[in-house]
């Protein structure tokens, strides 16, 4: 009897677990069954019949999406094509193909919105109850079904909508750092989801899957490949792959893009030359754009990395990058295309502070740039750091589209083991004041085209996402691809806002879930910025795969691509002199802003040493030495940690067991490797400080010499 029990427990224990594995892979889209009964009541009387108009890709798409959605948030009782019902309806589909009396109840909220946008409306006819989803398009309807099943995951009322809503930016893309071999640089994930040599007549299911995802959080855009560029992408071979993803990808409003290597027409294209102003070479580009357009009447345009780390570009001959970027624009043009030209540009002949290399290339040229390219700007001077002041070039080009750069993929921010929601640091780089059209001018504004009425507008985020089953690695780490979207879609939204909807998406509307698990989220990236470059510290990672500690490193060939050379560490002091009396990057700011910067009392300590060189010894605002003070920073990093730990342990109960255990162990990952941080960093410049740790620090483990041989190889994303 005994051991009949055990059996039966042993089996119970195992068909639970089994029934509570999720491997993460429907990431956003979980669509749980909403448990609270009365609730479920509201949508099941509210959603009797579903009413299509329209039958484009895209519509059925819309379609498919709320009866898989409604079929498994209100389980068996939900039928779409039930007859027993009072005939309250939810209708959708876009204005062109609705009845003038669905048109007439939704008054002016056409003009409110644009191509993409959309409303979600109640309203009562002849006694019954409706909700209408539409848009101007059909891919705003789209776009509305998405947001309408949100409303339900996240237990929201659907009783009196009224909800309109548009994109305040038009390029919302995804920049993949994706290889033709499949390897992704800088990528944590796996491999590249482009099966390349499969392709074209191999469609994975997975593309569908992507491009689901995207749209349900407003991207609409890929770039396929690294910018680091191999010319081959663009030979038909290639382009026939292209086309294949681009035709999977279009219903669902997501157009491809690809990156362009500037010496393609030496190098694919048999000229002896890529002089963008070469009649041959622009006319190579020109019918290179004809052909990509013959395949891919929606091609979306090209990414160029051009003169920055050894690649190719105009200044090969003695052209600069307005040269470069027109040639590719009036291409591109007759098409509608766009080009993006990074701003990501230092030279190693050029001895001037790196953080101050870009600006004079591209701010002097302002309104110069033909109408179709758009500056794609890293949100800081330096390189994704895990904290940077925001980039000078914000706000100060107001004849000029200028559009956002970020990185979701964790190449500074310890890679996709560390639980780091990134939305945090975004919001901290679209709030950040340029002041360049006096106070309020944030940097959101010059985004969405507000600040100086720009019309081409844009965000990108370098991806996270690779062939793990769970998409990033990790699968805390979708929030930051969900919420590069959702800030893409409207760079005003709070992090706080996109990380409770998230959670609540992905995981549990439990509020002994969301709580703690928010605030955990929201801290989480301070905790990162703690225990690797606090005050200030930047670009101190070990080089090449820039994974751990490597403050010490100096043997690099080029001076900016040593960590010596970022933090400065001397027996007087540490930190990078960019006021007047250093490098002067300041005055690259507005006035107003370069002030503060350059004001020891006014400036933020979270930037101080981006911006001063300072003694040891000198008292930050809570009386503390600037080495107690960082020594106390690695340490709280590292205590940060282990409260993540310490909160992620209590929600064994709300969470799947999969996921609970991919997350819980990689925060531990995390925690071992917050240590290392601090102790290898604190270590090193105390050779500099000479002076005793403070009390509250732990001590290290392991010497300096230790931390220095630790050597990676095979380090991921190299
Ligand atoms: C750096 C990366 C490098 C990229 C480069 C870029 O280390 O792999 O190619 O940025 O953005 O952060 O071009």
Not at 27 to 37: F, K, R, T
Not at 356 to 375: C, H, L, R, S, T
Not at 576 to 595: I, K, L, M
């Amino acid at each position: 009897m005994f051991k009949k029990n055990i059996f039966f427990l042993a089996f119970l224990i195992v068909f639970c677990n089994n029934l509570l594995a999720n491997d993460g892979y429907h990431l956003w889209l979980q669509y749980s069954y909403v448990e609270n009964a009365s609730l479920r009541q509201e949508y099941l009387t509210a959603l009797e019949k579903l009413s299509t108009s329209g039958n484009s890709e895209t519509i059925k798409i819309a379609s498919k999406e709320l009866n898989r959605g409604l079929s498994s948030m209100l389980g068996p009782e939900f039928s779409s094509t039930s007859t027993n019902n009072n005939g309250n309806t939810l209708i959708f589909g876009a204005k062109a193909n609705l009845s003038e009396d669905v048109i007439l109840q939704l008054g002016n909220a056409f003009n409110e919105i644009n191509e993409e946008g959309y409303i979600i409306k109640s309203y009562s006819l002849k006694g019954k109850n409706h909700i209408i989803i539409t848009g101007n398009s059909d891919i705003g309807v789209l776009y509305g079904v998405y947001n309408f099943l949100k409303l339900l995951q996240t237990n929201k009322s659907i009783e009196k909508l009224n909800i309109i809503d548009s994109p305040k930016i038009k390029v919302r893309i995804l920049n993949h750092w994706d290889n033709l071999d499949r390897t992704v640089e800088r990528g944590y994930a796996g491999f590249s989801i482009w099966d390349w040599h499969r392709l074209p007549d191999y469609l994975d299911p997975r593309y569908t899957d992507y491009a689901r995802a995207n749209a349900s959080v407003g991207i609409n855009g890929t770039v396929l490949n690294n910018v680091n560029a191999n010319a081959l992408i663009l030979t038909p071979q290639y382009l026939e792959k292209v086309e294949a993803l681009a035709n999977v990808f279009r219903p669902y409003g997501i157009k491809v893009y690809l990156t362009a290597r500037f010496s393609a027409p030496i190098e694919i294209g048999g000229l002896k030359t890529a002089d963008p102003l070469d009649a041959d070479v622009i006319n190579w580009w020109k019918e290179k754009t004809k052909e990509i357009y013959n395949r891919i009447p929606d091609f979306g345009g090209f990414v160029v990395k051009a003169n920055s780390e050894g690649q190719p570009g105009p200044q090969d001959y003695d052209r600069n990058h307005v040269d470069g970027a027109n040639l590719l624009a009036t291409a591109v043009a007759p098409f509608n295309g766009i080009i993006m030209w990074r701003a990501f540009v230092y030279s190693e002949h050029d001895t001037t502070d790196r953080a101050k290399q870009a600006y004079p290339e591209f701010v002097p040229y302002d309104g110069q740039f033909k109408d179709n390219v758009i500056i794609q700007v890293k949100n800081g001077a330096i390189d994704f750091q895990p904290r940077e002041p925001f980039h000078p070039m914000f706000g100060a080009m107001p004849k000029t589209p200028i559009m956002m750069e970020f990185q979701i993929t964790q190449e500074y921010l310890g890679f996709s083991t560390h639980t780091i929601f990134l939305p945090t640091m975004y919001e901290e780089t679209l709030q950040a004041d340029t002041y360049r059209k006096g106070k309020g001018s944030i940097v959101a504004k010059d985004l969405d085209g507000t600040l100086h009425n720009k019309r081409l507008t844009g965000m990108a985020g370098v991806s996270n996402i690779g062939n793990d089953i769970n998409w990033t690695g990790n699968p805390m780490l979708q929030a930051n691809w969900y919420g590069y979207g959702r800030l893409a879609w409207d760079p005003y939204l709070s992090a706080e806002s996109i990380a409770d909807e998230w959670l609540r998406l992905t995981f549990s509307n439990n509020k002994k879930f969301i709580e703690p698990v928010k605030e955990m989220l929201l801290n989480s990236r301070e905790a990162a910025v703690n225990y690797m470059t606090p005050l200030g510290l930047h670009h101190i990672m070990d080089t090449g795969h820039h994974y751990g500690p490597g403050p010490w490193v100096s043997n690099l060939s080029r001076p900016e691509w040593n960590p010596i050379y970022y933090h400065k560490a001397d027996s007087l002091g540490i930190g990078f002199d960019r006021t007047s009396t250093g490098s002067n990057a300041t005055e690259q700011y507005a006035p107003e802003v370069a002030n503060v910067f350059n004001d020891l009392n006014s400036i933020s300590e979270k930037n101080l040493l981006w911006f001063h060189h300072v003694p040891w010894d000198y008292k930050l605002k809570n009386g503390k030495t600037l080495w107690d003070a960082m020594a106390l920073k690695y340490q709280e990093g590292v205590d940060q940690v282990a409260s993540m730990i310490t909160t992620w342990n209590q929600m064994e109960s709300y969470v799947d067991a999969e996921r609970y255990n991919n997350i819980k162990m990689l925060l531990n990952i995390q925690y071992k490797e917050a240590k290392w941080w601090r102790d290898a960093c604190l270590l090193y410049f105390q050779q500099y400080s000479n002076m005793p740790l403070p009390e509250g620090v732990e001590k290290p483990t392991q010497t300096l010499e230790y931390f220095q041989s630790l050597e990676f190889p095979f380090a991921p994303g190299n």
